[in-house]
């Protein structure tokens, strides 16, 4: 039989992603790719394949999925209800999922983006030189009630291994640069800036995410223009009304608004992640630094694999040892489905 997953129900967000594209900025198609890269990294890691297979992006609420083969899966990102038969699976971790069993995946609980990892990733045909959809430019299409995703070849056989993550669902500070129209900002201005506690407005989709604040926007004097030119995510475009909007994965690739400041990188799943209502942060740090940071990012995120570890339970809750985890006639020792606790 083929390797599947079956949808049965989806929220309006769930979209196939993976890191996305490059080199087609040219062509007036931003990177896209997943809202937070490092929960790509997470799963693969914890699924010991590359950081590069698609997975199940799950924009607030996830859905109810079945395999039509026993399936290793790893659930990272903003966690989220979730349950396998009726049965609570634990969060930043990897599981057993037979075949025809059914995964249900709820609300967020915290952030804003959830992933669901398949062994083997998500086998559907690329575009571009990326599976990832693309709603924006057209490219592929939401999951949807009896969606038939195909499922790559298994690379590995390990279940029941978990990580610590970073805390990133929340909001807080967001580390910033200079970017092109900075210096166009009265230096009061971009001290205020710095200065105020924003709050992530309800309005934010895949390109972008508005910040609302107290008091008058920010404004360059006279009310200058600039001629549209290359954007990328990360950027802070100020609009009209003095509205920074921080611009993710699916960002236009070219735009007229002023621009105050950019977020760098390694922060822009923390500006993804942050749930309606979370409280944000901007914090000015030289180029020097940023490109250092950005280095020491990659380099962590390169040694997710490394910090993996089996999930622990309570003796006690050892109460068939046929409920385990049982590969190529070895018993692991670690149960596939882990119950919260």
């Known amino acids: ?203 934010a989709n895949r390109m972008g995410v508005k910040m609302a604040m107290p008091g008058q926007g920010f404004h360059i004097p006279g009310g200058l223009q600039v001629l549209s030119e290359i954007i990328v995510p990360g950027d802070i475009q100020v609009t009209g009304d003095g509205t920074p909007f921080v611009l993710i994965a699916e960002s236009q690739t070219t735009g007229g608004y002023p621009r105050i400041a950019t977020v760098i990188p390694p922060d822009l799943a923390r500006a993804a992640q942050a749930p309606v209502g979370a409280k944000i942060r901007f914090r000015f740090v030289s180029l020097e630094e940023a490109v250092d940071i950005h280095r020491r990012d990659q380099t962590d995120l390169r040694r997710a694999p490394g910090r993996v570890k089996p999930l622990l339970r309570e003796p006690a809750d050892l109460q068939n040892l046929a409920e385990f985890q049982l590969i190529s006639g070895a018993t692991s020792g670690v149960a596939p489905e882990e119950e919260n606790r």
């Open 1 to 203: 039989m083929t390797r599947a997953l079956i949808c049965h129900s989806a929220g309006p967000g769930v979209t196939v992603q993976d890191l996305g594209r490059s080199g087609t900025l040219a062509l007036g198609l931003s990177r896209g790719g997943a809202a937070d890269r490092q929960a790509l990294y997470e799963g693969a890691a914890l699924l010991g394949q590359p950081p590069d297979y698609a997975a199940l992006e799950l924009a607030g609420f996830g859905g109810v999925f079945e395999p039509t083969q026993d399936m290793r899966i790893a659930l990272t990102g903003a966690p989220m209800v979730a349950q396998i038969d009726g049965r609570s699976v634990r969060w930043n971790a990897s599981h057993l999922l037979s075949a025809h069993a059914r995964l249900s995946l709820g609300a967020v609980t915290a952030g804003s983006y959830g992933y669901l990892h398949l062994g083997g990733g998500v086998a559907s045909p690329l575009v571009l030189g990326a599976r990832s959809t693309h709603l924006t430019a057209g490219l592929g299409q939401a999951i949807v009630a009896g969606t038939v995703l195909p499922v790559g070849i298994d690379p590995g056989d390990a279940v029941g291994m978990t990580l610590d993550v970073a805390p990133r669902f929340a909001g807080g500070e967001l580390r910033v640069t200079a970017s092109l129209q900075t210096d166009t900002f009265p230096r009061e201005t971009l001290e205020r800036f710095e200065n105020t506690e924003f709050t992530r407005d309800p309005r």
